[in-house]
């Protein structure tokens, strides 16, 4: 799975997943091609739960604190993370 973390000035943090680069773009063309906001995308579950616990990601300081929540979530929602996390 392909993750993928968009920050839209303004307006909340959104994360959704794709199963893989075709996925991707489906949903991207889907959509009339990238979003004109800041994305960051992780490859698979194992890099993006890295992403999610480095403290020292200068994203998630701040107001970031909303960006890696919702990766989290994402990450829960694909049950990459246990539940008790």
Do not use: N
């Not at 994360?15 to 949903?27: P, V």
């Amino acid at each position: 799975m392909i993750y993928v973390l968009e920050l839209p000035e303004g307006q909340a943090p959104y994360a959704w997943f794709a199963y893989d680069a075709e996925d991707l773009s489906a949903k991207l063309d889907a959509r009339g091609g990238p979003p004109a906001c800041e994305m960051r995308l992780w490859p698979d579950e194992e890099s993006a739960v890295l992403a999610l616990e480095d403290d020292t990601e200068p994203l998630w300081h701040g107001p970031g604190w909303r960006a890696r929540m919702a990766l989290r979530e994402q990450l829960i929602a694909t049950e990459v993370l246990a539940d008790e996390v």
